[in-house]
C-alpha cells in the first residue's frame, strides 16, 4: 500500500546526501538491506530508509516534481496518520518471549552481592529493593523490580543504565510495515 503525501517539500540538494554506502541499514526501521529490502534516499533530508519506510512527495524544485522521502519528512501538521506512524516507529518493544526467560529473584537471596556493587535499589522507580521484592536481571546485569522493567521493555528494546541491545519484538516491527 502506498501513501501519498499532498504537501509539497522542498528537496535537499546531493551535496548534502548521506552517502549510500554509509547505511547498511533503514534510519527509520532499523533493519538491514537485503535483495528483498531495498534502499531508497530521503529526496528531502537526503538519508536512506526502506521502502517500508518512504513514502512520495511533492518537491518544489525537482524536475520530476515527485520523489520519495522518510516518514519523519512526510510529516505534516494536518495528518494524524503519519504522526501515529511516526510515533508507533519510535517505539521498539522486546521480545515478550525474551522477557519471558528472565531471571526473577526475590531481594533477599541476592541482596549480599548486589549491595557489594552499590546496587541497591531500581533505578526506574527510584525506590530501595526491600527483602519480599521480586526482582529482574536483565544480561548486563543491571536489575530492576519486576513490575518496572516489565513495563519498561513493553515500549523499549535497551537497558534504561546502560542501552544494552535487547531482542526486539518482531510481530511490532511486522505490525509497523504494514502500515507504510
Known amino acids: 500500500m502506498s501513501m501519498t503525501v499532498t504537501r509539497t517539500r522542498t528537496a535537499c540538494p546531493r551535496t548534502s546526501w548521506v ?33 517500508k ?13 515527485v520523489g520519495k522521502s522518510c516518514v519523519v519528512c512526510a510529516i505534516t501538521p494536518d495528518s494524524n496518520e503519519y504522526l ?31 549491595r557489594k556493587n552499590g546496587n541497591c535499589g531500581c533505578t526506574i522507580c527510584l525506590d530501595d529493593y526491600k527483602g519480599l521484592d521480586n526482582i529482574m536481571q536483565l544480561p548486563c546485569h543491571h536489575t530492576y523490580h519486576t513490575k518496572c522493567i516489565t513495563r519498561w521493555l513493553e515500549t523499549n528494546d535497551e537497558c534504561p543504565v546502560c542501552r544494552y541491545s535487547l ?13 507504510s
Do not use: Y
Open 19 to 51: 552517502p549510500t554506502n554509509a547505511r547498511r541499514s533503514c534510519n527509520c526501521c532499523g533493519k538491514s538491506f537485503s535483495v528483498l529490502r531495498w534502499r531508497h534516499r530521503c529526496r528531502v533530508c537526503g538519508d536512506i530508509v526502506c521502502s
Open 167 to 179: 531482542p526486539r519484538d518482531v510481530s511490532f516491527a511486522c505490525s509497523i510495515s504494514m502500515l
Open 53 to 65: 519506510c518512504s513514502v512520495e512527495v511533492v518537491l518544489r524544485n525537482e524536475v520530476t516534481q
Open 84 to 114: 501515529d506512524l511516526a510515533a508507533a516507529m519510535q517505539r521498539r518493544p522486546t521480545c515478550p518471549m525474551f522477557v519471558d526467560l528472565l531471571p526473577s529473584m526475590k531481594w533477599k537471596d541476592v541482596a549480599r552481592e548486589h
